[in-house]
């Protein structure tokens, strides 16, 4: 890793880290991920995978046994964008086995779909069985489009999602596994953690045989808890004041507990991240949040092998919504189209950090922020800024341009400067 590390630097030689562009190599549309609430409103921001549709067991086989409706789940997938392959870009997951497949109801719910879902494997596993058998003969490039990622449960170190033993969890991998992998193009991902005892969880859920059912490893990237009684605004997503943990301390952990127990080099997601809900209300501050959520993630890319970063969500949800009431991109969903296009197929290097200000190199540009400075009510604070030398032009969020000429005033919001 040395020439990464050199790439670290705000001083460095960009020459350096193109050098190195093979090795790492370029950011595809399929890294941008976005969540979303309703098939009936898609992003209108450019996005290539597409994460994550209702949990899907409860959401099909809800209302009883054999008893299949793959409606609303085929709508999220038919409109997910394809690949190559015409294999669709979604993250399916599963979660809340139907109250029918467990005969205690002390860990069931009513949920909001009106069927019922519990946070416990079923008394039979052949229920299970036939679910993901079903499931993957449904979409299977005829009936209706392959899938890319199927995620074996919803954020399963949240009660609100899991309440039984890891074991169990692991048990119903190893039966889905070869199943799903009948289908070539499948990517069969661990259970989702959040970050609350997410490591502890994920190395259990691995060491116990998880490793071995799963092609790669995904968590939720909200970086700071939000809810009643939680302090707002919630820190920058790279920020050490980060409640639960800064974004690249998050993926730094899971590729350490992926690469010591059974998944080393294997692909990370985020199948969930951002501000979460209502974290960030200032119009100005939220472009500067997710433009540097996007940017460290896609710095982390090639190193970790972070294969897609997603954010929810794009609207119709209180969790990081970036659609106005009018339906067009609020001013963050600008900045995300902005640092989609900064970002997209160039080769981007780990962000580093000296003091405040925080530098990025994407193959030979470099994006700029200071982290110390703020916006509120429309008024954005900056402090003076040397470029390193060679650097002629920078682009805001806006897209609007300007002319290097000496020092520059530097914000929150990053900017890309170009030689």
């Known amino acids: 890793m040395k020439v990464t590390t050199q790439c670290f630097s705000v001083l460095a030689s960009l020459a350096i880290c193109l050098m190195a562009s093979a090795a790492h190599g370029q950011i595809q549309q399929s890294f941008f991920s976005l969540g979303v609430g309703s098939t009936a409103d898609l992003p209108q921001v450019s996005y290539g995978t597409l994460s994550h549709a209702p949990v899907a067991w409860s959401a099909i086989e809800g209302t009883g046994r054999g008893i299949y409706n793959f409606g609303i789940i085929d709508e999220y997938v038919s409109s997910a964008p394809r690949d190559a392959n015409n294999v669709a870009q979604i993250d399916v997951v599963m979660g809340w086995t139907p109250g029918w497949a467990v005969s205690s109801q002390t860990n069931c719910k009513v949920q909001t779909d009106d069927l019922v879902g519990c946070s416990v494997p079923p008394d039979n596993m052949s229920d299970w069985t036939d679910f993901i058998t079903t499931l993957v003969q449904h979409y299977n490039g005829v009936t209706a489009p392959h899938i ?196 997209l197929g160039n080769v981007a290097f780990p962000c580093a950090n000296s003091g405040n200000i925080w530098s990025c190199a994407v193959s030979g540009n470099l994006i700029v922020w200071n982290a110390a400075q703020t916006c509120s009510n429309g008024v954005c604070t900056t402090a003076p800024y040397s470029p390193p030398k060679g650097f002629v032009k920078y682009v805001e969020l806006t897209g609007a341009t300007a002319t290097i000429n000496g020092t520059i005033a530097l914000g929150v919001k990053p900017i890309m400067m170009e030689r």
């Open 148 to 343: 890319k990622y199927y995620e074996i449960w919803n954020e399963a170190n949240n009660a609100s999602f899991w309440t039984a033993p890891v074991s169990d969890l692991v048990a119903m991998a190893q039966v889905a596994y070869p199943i799903l992998k009948q289908d070539p193009y499948s990517h069969v991902m661990t259970p989702s953690v959040i970050w609350a005892n997410g490591v502890t969880f994920m190395t259990s859920y691995l060491s116990g045989g998880g490793s071995r059912y799963a092609d790669g490893l995904t968590f939720h990237s909200y970086t700071s808890q939000t809810g009643k009684g939680v302090k707002l605004p919630v820190p920058l997503p790279e920020s050490p004041a980060s409640t639960n943990a800064p974004v690249q301390t998050m993926i730094a952990a899971y590729r350490a507990v992926a690469d010591a127990n059974g998944l080393k080099g294997k692909p990370l997601a985020t199948t969930e991240g951002g501000w979460g809900v209502n974290g960030v209300s200032d119009p100005d501050m939220q472009a500067a949040w997710i433009a540097q959520y996007e940017i460290v993630q896609a710095g982390l890319a090639a190193q970790d092998n972070l294969e897609f970063s997603t954010w929810f969500a794009w609207g119709h949800v209180p969790s990081g919504t970036i659609q106005a009431p009018q339906g067009q991109p609020t001013e963050a969903g600008y900045a995300y189209q902005q640092v989609y296009g900064w970002l």
